[in-house]
């Protein structure tokens, strides 16, 4: 059995270069690793061109490190002709007729698309139980959640099926999972990567993110997933930057703080324990680190469920039967028909939240409710802004527990929020944050840490994690 796929990706590439292996190689790799692990459920579509195409990419680019390098793509990003589902009923059978703007990129740069992977219905939930096709299994004990929303992407990577997917990440969906499965995940900053063709969640927090083995290689899928696009008017208008830019270059100096917050007893301690000797590393390392108190943390998971509900029940007001996917039989009014389909269509979570939202913006309640939570989030932003103007960057842990059983009851829909309670901030002031694998429990289950940026920082926040992910690695930490 071949293993080019556990090659850097710069290695994948020499031996394309050299006609050693060919795009097909990769991709019938791939296919086959997923075969071999269809128990995880990562993928709920395989791409049945991916060989075809393959076949027909043409001469290597020499100067195109992508060229011919297989890429998973969570199941809400459209992808022309080939099935974007949600993970719903709803869109059981949907088959875009375009392509999302970052597919557009990635097709451009000749990567091939092997699949759509699994995920919470509509990205709503922390543990991508919510699927309509069962959930992902985390790789590293199948009985254990691989995380949401973004769980198959973060399955398919941790398992090594294929060194790339995207995931999205309206409130640590990205962030999370990686945490869960041992893997790099990056929210980039709100705005830097195009939303067109993202089914819409929350179109104030939503944004697209790489899901990498590694931190360089992460840095080098943003780079190709920026960039403005008049498709998105929340797009950002930024020059090209490289990501990788400040690898390598010392981090001594560096200005980190640490909330308070995120050292607290809401995390697990041994999780907090590996965050202190991460702490203590920097430190000794010439890196200044202080424990800041920042007092809007913990209300931004409240914030977030009046956000995200709001603005997703607008958002799914879209799915009737009429224009998209699944419409209910047995009807003999059109009101009938839309009331059924949403019925039969939609999964209890999703219409518990279309629910809640719609009353959250009925009325005076959208002043009550929604106004009022818009207003906190800009106090929030303004305390990190206050922290950015004396730091570099803020870290902490990812999650606050390893992952846990598939088992678990969550018949309470408040307790997964709690998943959430360090991630979310980030998605509420629109920031750049990344997870790098730390840690392990003693049943061998990884754990991670976020490194949160000013915007439009990611490449600082590359620079420091690839410091720590050499620390880690060469056991210094
Ligand atoms: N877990 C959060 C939720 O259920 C975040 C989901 C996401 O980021 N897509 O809403």
Do not use: W
């Not at 769980?151 to 995931?167: E, I, N, T, W």
């Not at 943003?222 to 403005?228: F, R, S, W």
């Not at 202080?290 to 029940?313: C, F, W």
């Not at 939570?373 to 990190?384: G, N, P, Q, T, V």
């Amino acid at each position: 059995m071949s293993k080019y796929l556990d090659l850097s990706l710069e290695e994948i590439h020499a031996l394309l270069v050299k006609k050693e292996i060919t795009p097909l190689t990769l991709v019938e790799e791939a296919l086959s690793r997923i075969k071999e692990q269809e128990e995880l459920n990562a993928f709920i579509t395989i791409n049945d061109k991916a060989k075809e195409i393959a076949q027909n990419l043409g001469e290597v680019e020499e100067d195109n490190l992508f060229f011919g390098i297989p890429i998973a793509i969570k199941d809400n990003i459209m992808t022309k002709d080939l099935r974007t589902t949600c993970a719903s009923r709803m869109l059981e059978n949907f088959i875009p007729i375009y392509d999302a703007s970052v597919i557009e990129k990635i097709k451009e740069k000749k990567m091939i698309i092997i699949g759509k992977t699994n995920m919470d219905e509509f990205a709503m939930g922390s543990t991508s139980k919510t699927s309509f096709f069962g959930p992902p299994k985390n790789p590293v004990d199948k009985t254990k959640i691989a995380g949401g929303s973004s769980g198959g992407s973060a399955s398919c990577v941790g398992a090594d099926l294929v060194p790339f997917a995207l995931g999205s990440d309206t409130g640590g969906s990205i962030r999370q999972p990686a945490s869960y499965t041992g893997i790099v995940g990056m929210k980039p900053t709100y705005g830097r990567i195009s939303r067109y063709g993202l089914v819409a969640f929350a179109s104030s927090l939503d944004q697209i993110g790489p899901m990498t083995r590694n931190v360089y290689e992460n840095a080098l899928l943003l780079n190709l997933l920026v960039g403005h696009d008049a498709k998105d008017l929340t797009s950002a208008k930024k020059e090209e930057e490289d990501f990788t830019r400040k690898i390598g270059i010392p981090v001594k100096g560096m200005k980190i703080a640490v909330p308070k917050y995120f050292l607290s007893d809401i995390v697990k301690p041994i999780i907090r324990e590996r965050i202190e000797e991460v702490i203590a590393f920097l430190k000794k390392e010439g890196l200044s680190v202080d424990i800041v108190d920042m007092k809007y943390l913990d209300h931004a998971v409240t914030l977030y469920q009046i956000i995200a509900m709001g603005e997703a029940s607008s958002n799914l007001a879209r799915f009737d039967g009429v224009r998209y996917g699944f419409r209910a039989s047995d009807v003999k009014t059109v009101d009938e028909m839309y009331k059924k389909t949403r019925q039969l269509g939609f999964g209890d979570e999703v219409k518990r939240r279309i629910m809640v939202g719609s009353y959250l913006l009925s009325g005076k309640n959208a002043k009550i409710y929604y106004d009022k939570a818009l207003s906190i989030r800009d106090d929030m932003k303004k305390e990190f802004d206050n922290v950015f103007a004396s730091y570099d960057l803020i870290l902490g842990p990812t999650t606050t527990t390893e992952a846990y059983s598939l088992e678990e009851d969550m018949s309470d829909p408040l307790k997964s929020f709690l998943d959430d309670v360090l991630v979310i901030p980030v998605n509420m002031a629109g920031l750049p944050s990344l997870n790098i694998p730390i840690g392990k429990t003693k049943e061998n289950l990884p754990f991670g840490m976020q490194i949160i940026g000013n915007s439009f920082e990611e490449a600082t926040i590359y620079q420091l994690a690839s410091f720590l992910e050499g620390g880690i690695k060469d056991g210094r930490i």
